[in-house]
């Protein structure tokens, strides 16, 4: 059974940024299309706010939610099994713990998650 490592969280400012990292030990990771996910303090369910597909002719499609579009940046490296997700310009509803998983989401994939705090 597989199972997504989170990293990168932590306590920031409003307007600071932080990148997260997924890592996964499989040579499968370039087959599944990958999303961020989050669930916030108030948040009953994770809600997808990146997504990457698989490569396709070189090329990725990205989607992101419209909450992070134009602040969040998610990148994917198949050479080394890693999901990132680069946030700029935090806000205090940004606070969340941030999960990996494929698309749609492997409900024995998740992991622990990260943290992300945005202090105001």
């Known amino acids: 059974q597989v199972q997504f490592v989170e990293s990168g969280g932590g306590l920031v400012q409003s307007g600071d940024s932080l990148k997260l990292s997924c890592s996964l030990s499989?040579?499968?990771?370039?087959?599944?299309?990958m999303a961020w996910y989050r669930r916030q303090p108030d948040g009953a369910e994770r809600e997808r706010i990146a997504?990457?597909?698989?490569?396709?002719?070189?090329?990725?499609?990205?989607e992101y939610h419209d909450d992070v579009k134009g602040r969040f940046t998610i990148s994917r490296d198949d050479a080394t099994n890693t999901l990132s997700l680069q946030m700029n310009t935090l806000k205090p509803e940004d606070t969340a713990v941030y999960y990996c998983?494929?698309?749609?989401?492997?409900?024995?994939?998740w992991g622990q998650g990260t943290q992300v705090t945005v202090s105001s």
């Open positions: 997504s990457i597909s698989t490569a396709k002719y070189r090329e990725f499609y990205i």
């Open positions: 499989t040579s499968h990771f370039g087959a599944f299309s």
């Open positions: 998983n494929v698309i749609p989401p492997d409900p024995k994939a």
